[in-house]
């Protein structure tokens, strides 16, 4: 199974009044891990949408093990765990590169739709972009 790893370093607006990174920066980073992983398939998320193929998020959870602080340099290792012709689920971990500790996990799911936000079946109507994306498998 691939996974990607992709690097963050905690910047100061990124933490709070405790010195600890803000929950709500985990998703985002997510977001960076996930577009970072799709790139390695060979296309990006904008020629995805100009195929007429949006991953909206229908579904996230996050598990904080470990807060992350200023200036921390951390991995943020991405990969699918499930993937079918409606939908792919990704998981991440966040990792701190100085002693190698998970600092949270979670997970996000995505639904395969069109620009009117109709749900497809990507094996159906798009082959070439299905296969890039198991190719990430």
């Given at each position: 199974?691939?996974?990607?790893?992709?690097?963050?370093?905690?910047?100061?607006v990124e933490t709070d009044?405790?010195?600890i990174v803000h929950h709500?920066?985990?998703?985002?980073?997510?977001?960076?891990?996930?577009?970072?992983?799709?790139?390695?398939?060979?296309?990006?998320?904008?020629?995805?949408?100009?195929?007429?193929?949006?991953?909206?998020?229908?579904?996230?959870?996050?598990?904080?093990?470990?807060g992350a602080k200023y200036?921390?340099?951390?991995?943020?290792?991405?990969?699918?765990?499930?993937?079918?012709?409606?939908?792919?689920?990704?998981?991440?971990?966040?990792?701190?590169?100085?002693?190698?500790?998970?600092?949270?996990?979670?997970?996000?799911?995505?639904?395969?739709?069109?620009?009117?936000?109709?749900?497809?079946?990507?094996?159906?109507?798009?082959?070439?972009?299905?296969?890039?994306?198991?190719?990430?498998?």
């Open positions: 199974m691939r996974v990607s790893e992709t690097k963050i370093k905690v910047r100061y009044q405790m010195g709500s920066n985990y998703y985002a980073w997510f977001e960076v891990g996930r577009t970072e992983f799709i790139k390695e398939s060979g296309m990006t998320y904008k020629q995805m949408e100009e195929e007429n193929i949006m991953i909206p998020l229908v579904e996230s959870r996050c598990k904080y093990i470990v200036e921390d340099e951390l991995t943020v290792k991405t990969k699918i765990e499930e993937l079918n012709g409606a939908k792919v689920i990704f998981s991440y971990e966040v990792v701190r590169d100085e002693d190698n500790v998970v600092l949270a996990k979670g997970n996000t799911v995505h639904a395969f739709v069109n620009k009117s936000f109709k749900i497809i079946n990507i094996k159906k109507s798009n082959p070439d972009v299905w296969q890039r994306i198991q190719q990430l498998l």
